[in-house]
């Protein structure tokens, strides 16, 4: 079970190949043992599909050289020898060649795999434009008169309209089409998608111009995010004529709009590229888009003419197999720099262009908001001061007030002065630490008689105060309370319900994770975008301990008594949790394993919090931190998103508000996810 565990097949990952081989014009030996050698590397990479590029058997710029009977018998023969070789390699290959088929010479893909030819899929679209002469030797597949040929001694299916199942692997279903297949208005594999595909395959020559590189790059990424599909295509390299052409071999492999592997090009040698294409990612977004299914409907003409071709595979299932993709510690958060600012400055133009909005429709000019010297609460200001500037309203209409409790620590007290004052909103002081103590002697708490008694109920009761201050100070002044709680918050729980920080009248922050905030604080600090002269308190906001600093403690070194990653895990851990439960649906045990693929022995995290920039998590860690996170957020917490404030939604990873991404009952049960935490070894 634990090397099963480890093995990228268990979690419905499959890993793909694209080959590159150097190849040998109308030589089909040299091009056979060069698609051999890179066939048995694939297979030793553990890939169970890898594909070959246009008429690699022969090599594409024939021209009319694929008219001569010796070429093409050559060809055969070189296929019939794949086939066999493929008896002893655990993969589907996909090879291309050209196929003479009741007189009529067709530009074929042959997919191989257990000693014998599965199918043969002729190219649909022949190019006869510009450099392309392709209709001058070929028929297009809609010419073919039969449905199947007759291959060393088989019946093989024959078409356009195939679709190729792996049955031990049920979620790889795959799609072939040829070059200028996908450079068409409607490709054959949008069809293929809807009729099941999830992994689409492009054998594809492809001369390379100034500029096309690029547009490859868009028409791949398109084709497989408007399908939900993974999308391998190879492409011609060193060995093609360069009579009027050149060849630079770039080959792609995408996975919903996102690039996983690209080769290298121009290169002078034959070599393989794969990828790890997660099978339930693709499954899971076609289920939610539910516009895919209309789709399926809208074309069933065209969606009942596929065949379906089964076969099984021998799965590398009995030893470790790590992912070869990388998954990012931080999934809210671009781990490239340029693409992290980039976020950063759309995250707050989206929650300042929102609370513009509120503002404006309400016609109210003022905000009313608790600042605690902590993040979250800083974050909030800094789109409150933006938001400000953008109405042409002075930044004293924001009504900052910092309130003091039992356990406020000098240190967050002094963050929450001078942020208040480096922002230059109107800032004041009140002391719930009366207020309180009137509610605990009306409740007949011990701690009212001097008693040391710091229950939940002591906690929420100045959470409830400070909320309560705030929206009659709101009502006061003709303001609107702004709410600070962030994502990561909402999903574990981690809020005073009603009448506490759970509540405001407009929460900019209800769906942005708490890395994300710190992102997003550091860059205001980097960048100087809202405050010119705060660098220096930002920065000493974000290497502060996060504590809700309602419990009072004796550290003479003013360390709080409450951490808060102590109670519900670390933040990094469970927004890695949260992202992949919520957006993509995955199951405990898959969510464990890409945890461990991104947590366990990679370089020091990035989040830029100091309790937490250097950790690593084993899967001990990961198990019991994701136990936590399940628990709180199926079982104990909905019923505080059921009724959460107004905010605006930021991102694809999704929103907590009931009136957006996420319904669920307030009295659901965590059983079947906990269940599944049992998978995860210990």
């Given amino acids: 079970m634990n090397k099963q565990f480890f093995n990228l097949y ?96 067709f530009n074929c893909a042959a997919v191989v795999a257990n000693g014998r030819v599965l199918g043969v899929v002729p190219k649909s679209f022949l190019p006869n434009y510009g450099e392309f002469y392709e209709s001058r030797q070929f028929s297009a597949a809609d010419c073919a008169a039969v449905d199947q040929v007759d291959l060393f001694g088989a019946t093989v299916p024959f078409g356009p309209n195939l679709l190729f199942e792996v049955e031990n692997l049920p979620l790889l279903r795959f799609h072939v089409e040829i070059c200028e297949d996908v450079w068409v208005p409607i490709p054959p594999s949008s069809f293929a998608a809807m009729a099941g595909a999830t992994v689409l395959v492009n054998l594809s020559a492809s001369n390379v111009v100034v500029g096309k590189s690029g547009y490859r790059h868009q028409l791949v990424s398109q084709q497989s995010a408007r399908c939900m599909a993974a999308y391998l295509y190879t492409s011609a390299g060193r060995g093609e004529s360069t009579n009027d052409m050149a060849w630079d071999g770039q080959s792609l492999i995408y996975e919903n709009g996102d690039l996983l592997n690209e080769s290298e090009r121009f290169s002078d040698d034959s070599h393989v590229i794969h990828a790890d294409v997660d099978l339930d990612r693709l499954s899971n977004a076609r289920m939610h888009a539910t516009t895919f299914a209309q789709s399926v409907r809208r074309h069933a003409d065209e969606v009942a003419k596929f065949r379906l071709v089964q076969f099984q595979l021998d799965l590398p299932l009995d030893k470790e197999m790590p992912l070869s993709r990388t998954v990012e510690r931080f999934p809210y958060v671009p781990a490239d720099a340029a693409r992290r600012d980039e976020r950063c400055l759309e995250v707050y133009n989206i929650q300042v262009q929102a609370l513009i909005q509120r503002l404006s429709s309400t016609g109210i000019r003022k905000v009313v908001i608790g600042v605690s010297g902590g993040l979250d609460s800083t974050h909030a200001l800094l789109v409150c001061a933006r938001a400000m500037d953008r109405l042409g309203l002075p930044r004293t209409n924001i009504l900052a007030y910092t309130m ?139 290497e502060t301990e996060i504590s809700p600093e309602l419990v009072p403690g004796d550290d ?64 001990a860690a990961i198990k019991k931190n994701l136990g936590i996170f399940l628990w709180r957020f199926f079982k104990t917490s909905q019923f505080k998103r059921t009724c959460v404030p107004n905010g605006p939604k930021v991102g694809n990873g999704g929103s907590l508000s009931p009136r957006g991404d996420w319904r669920a009952p307030s009295d659901s049960e965590a059983t079947v996810w906990l269940d599944d935490l049992n998978n995860i070894p210990d």
């Fill in 10 to 105: 268990t979690h419905h990952f499959a890993r793909v190949a694209v080959a590159i081989p150097r190849i040998r014009i109308a030589d089909p030996a040299f091009n056979v043992a060069q698609t051999l050698a890179l066939a048995r590397q694939a297979a030793d990479d553990g890939a169970v599909l890898a594909a070959f590029p246009e008429l690699g058997l022969s090599a594409y710029s024939c021209e009319d050289l694929f008219h001569q009977r010796a070429l093409l018998d050559g060809c055969l023969a070189g296929l019939a020898q794949i086939v066999e070789a493929s008896n002893t390699l655990p993969l589907a290959l996909v090879v291309g060649l050209p196929l003479k088929v009741n007189h009529q010479l």
């Fill in 404 to 542: 003091p409790g039992f356990a406020t620590s000098e240190r967050t007290l002094h963050q929450a002065n001078e942020l208040m004052r480096v922002v230059g909103c109107s800032a004041q002081l009140i002391d719930i630490r009366p207020s309180c103590i009137q509610m605990l002697k009306d409740l007949g708490h011990p701690y009212s008689e001097g008693k040391p008694e710091y229950d939940i109920t002591f906690e929420n009761v100045q959470a409830g105060e400070r909320t309560n201050h705030l929206f009659r100070l709101a009502n006061f002044h003709n303001a609107i309370v702004i709410g600070t709680g962030d994502l990561s918050e909402l999903a574990l729980g981690w809020c005073t319900y009603g009448v506490g920080d759970h509540m405001s009248h407009y929460n900019v922050n209800a769906s942005v994770p708490k890395t994300l905030i710190s992102y997003l604080v550091r860059w205001v600090a980097e960048t100087g975008a809202v405050v010119r002269d705060g660098a220096d308190v930002l920065i000493r906001i974000l």
């Fill in 556 to 619: 003479k070194d003013g360390k709080p008594a409450q951490i808060t990653e102590n109670t519900i895990g670390p933040y990094e851990l469970q927004d890695f949790n949260l992202y992949y439960t919520l957006r993509y649906g995955f199951k405990p045990s898959k969510v464990a394993f890409l945890s461990w693929s991104a947590w366990h022995d990679r370089e020091q995290g990035r989040w830029p919090n100091a309790a937490g920039a250097h950790r690593q998590y084993d899967l």
